[in-house]
């Protein structure tokens, strides 16, 4: 029988199940419904019930893996109703955090980075839980199985498949290298210069928005380096008081375009080499909480 759980030692799990929901679910606030529903579990348990676990920690993801893969599953019916493109919900640099509550903030690195997201989204459920749980957060394909009630053997077929797409559509970009792309985008940008911004994009570049339905933003993705330039000198043109400003997104170097001091949208970008191949644009307000103040 396990010792008896202390309180605080089963809250300071709260940060590594923020951790693992938001890179899962792409969105913190299901995220933290995701958290609050594995506590609400863990307190509907008995005492005896509490202290016959020996390891509170792993019973907590464990719950948490299970409750998000039920996410994952229904969130495939959701998105067929969701108006325009789906992207991750953005983060800020800890610095710029709205809340100030650290266990409610994810730790930013290379596995929150918005072009991993996005590759980890297309996955199907199964894959990017065994992949997740495997790869970043360093559990056994045995751990693995019983949370996604598989053998250990599909689990690592899984995670193996999911690895295949990471290495092949992530390109590990230094970030320096990356901040200097941005920053020249930003300035061609606001010099309204079509030849230097053509210049910086991949000639099969896209550009992918997601207003929600909410606001308005880009049906479809926008593809091709010049047809994105004139989509972004057009914005220049329709939005004149936009001011933007260099920013930390999902831990990688971006943009954040704000009209009259408020967030109007948050931009993650994709450099590979000296081009950038993707951007990603969220103007859902929903998205971008943590975005309302600078």
Known sequence: MGTDPDLGAVMRERRQLINLAYRLLGSLSEA?????ETYTRWYALSRPQQEAIESPGAWLTTVASRVCLDQLRSARVRRERYVGEWIPEPLP???EWVTADPADRVTLDESVNMAFLVVLDAMTPAERVAFILHDVFKYSFAEV???V???????RKLASSARRRVQAQVTATPAAQSADVVRDFKLAWEAKDIGALIGLLDPDAVVIGDGGGLVEAAL???????RIARYVLHLAERVPDLVVLLRTVNGQPGLVAQQGG????????????DRIKHIWGV????KLQLWMTD
Do not use: L, S
Not at 32 to 36: F, G, I, L, R, Y
Not at 263 to 273: K, L, N, R, S
């Open 283 to 286: 103007r859902n307000p929903e």
């Open 145 to 147: 199985a019983e949370i």
């Open 32 to 36: 933290e419904d995701v958290v609050q």
């Open 220 to 226: 479809q993705p926008i593809e091709g380096a010049e």
């Open 93 to 95: 640099d800890h610095t």
């Open 262 to 273: 408020v967030t109007a949208v948050v931009m993650a970008f994709d450099v590979v080499g």
């Open 149 to 155: 009630a598989r053998t250990p053997a599909a689990c």
